[in-house]
Structures are given as C-alpha cells and as structure tokens.
C-alpha cells in the first residue's frame, strides 16, 4: 500500500508541473496579446499582474511548479515576440 501512495504522489507532482506549465502559458498569452491593445493604465497592472503571480509562486510553491510556470510563461513570450509568416496563396 505505501508503494502504491508514493506512485499517486510522483503522478501527482507531475500532474501539478504541467498544470503550472500550460497556466503559465495561457496566462504569459493573454498578457502578451492584451498588452499591445491597452492603455498604459492597463498595461502596467498585466505587468504587475503576471510578475506579481510569478513572484507570488516563486515564494510559496514548490521549485519545480515555480519553473514550469516560468518556463510557460517564457514560451508565450517567445510565441508572442516571432515574426509572423506571410502565408502567400498563390491560385
């Protein structure tokens, strides 16, 4: 019975990485694509907002949520920072 809790526990540290991983991705997205549009009223609280939360689970999360997090949040910047391809449809 020990073997098997410890096996929901690793499963369950997993579970809770990736969950870090795609929040802070859908979050870095949406402050990403909302901050261009936005007032600078608007633009400093998302600024504020994400690296608030960012600072938030980097002092009471565990490290590797904490990372997972960051490293989402760090490929919604990449994402949101690559040119764009101009898709020519020639018929």
Same mark, same amino acid.
């Given at each position: 019975m020990g073997d098997f809790i410890q096996i929901l526990g690793v499963i369950g540290f997993l579970i809770r990485a990736l969950g870090f991983l795609v929040a802070g991705y859908a979050l870095g997205k949406f402050t990403f694509?909302?901050?261009?549009? +936005?007032?600078?009223?608007?633009?400093?609280?998302? +600024?504020l907002g994400f690296f608030g939360l960012l600072i938030g689970l980097t002092a009471y999360t565990s490290p590797a949520s904490s990372g997972m997090f960051a490293l989402g949040g760090g490929a919604a910047f990449l994402m949101a920072t690559?040119?764009?391809?101009?898709?020519?449809?020639s018929e």
């Open positions: 694509d909302s901050y261009g549009k +936005a007032n600078w009223q608007l633009q400093i609280a998302l +600024a690559m040119p764009k391809k101009n898709e020519d449809k």
